[in-house]
């Protein structure tokens, strides 16, 4: 059985669960490459911006989850929880390293105007990058000469890219941002099937092949 699927993914940077959700996706399409060779999945990720009232210099990454969460207690106990989870999903954080909680507009705005710029591999390589440079690296993803210097380590030229980073916190947004209301990461399938949260990588590989199984039959090989 050929065919193509659509899959739109609505995330934020700063999500800990929109890179978890991307290592359940990925596994999801292994998985569906395996047991259907012959399907292709075109994939893009949709920015929506959570926390459009963060201060443009962001703030303490520690007292952004104090206060959120009530105490140092409570906050390490929930970090806990998401390493537990990234860690089954293969995935690093490293929250020990994040000193601040970035204000992300720019970054989607980066990330936006890079998608009408690189090839798919470049985009697939500065996505992974950013998170990368979160979650792993602890690196200010609310910075304009980090988010340029991560882009021109994957191949982007930072030129075409400068002119849209505005360094002042304007809120971002974009074309996706009524998905938000079900919360990121939000997995879209063909248009009509909607998953919200970091779903494992079964029930993603369902929501795919349900999506398979009502499109309408085509003789030929997909183009």
């Known amino acids: 059985m050929s065919g193509i699927v659509k899959v739109e993914v609505y995330f934020d940077f700063i999500c800990p669960w929109c890179l978890i959700g991307k290592r359940q996706l990925e596994r999801a399409l292994a998985l569906l490459h395996a047991e259907q060779p012959e399907v292709l999945v075109d ?86 990058a950013l998170f990368t440079t979160h979650f792993v690296r602890g690196g200010n993803l609310g910075d304009s000469d980090t988010l340029l210097g991560v882009a021109e380590a994957v191949g982007f030229s930072p030129d075409p890219l400068a002119d849209c980073l505005l360094g002042d916190g304007t809120p971002f947004i974009g074309e996706a941002a009524a998905k938000a209301s079900q919360g990121v990461p939000c997995f879209v399938v063909d248009g009509a099937f909607t998953l919200s949260g970091a779903q494992p990588a079964e029930r993603l590989l369902a929501g795919l092949r349900q999506a398979l199984a009502v499109q309408p039959t085509v003789k030929g090989t997909a183009i």
């Open 43 to 128: 994939v893009s990720w949709r920015g929506v911006q959570l926390l459009p009232c963060l201060p443009a210099q962001g703030e303490s990454f520690t007292d952004f989850y104090i206060k959120r969460l009530g105490s140092e207690q409570a906050m390490r106990l929930r970090q806990a929880e998401v390493q537990q989870a990234a860690a089954a999903a293969g995935a690093t954080l490293d929250f020990s390293r994040i000193a601040r909680m970035p204000n992300s507009a720019d970054a989607h705005r980066l990330w936006q105007q890079a998608c009408t710029l690189g090839t798919p591999a470049q985009t697939d390589a500065l996505l992974e």
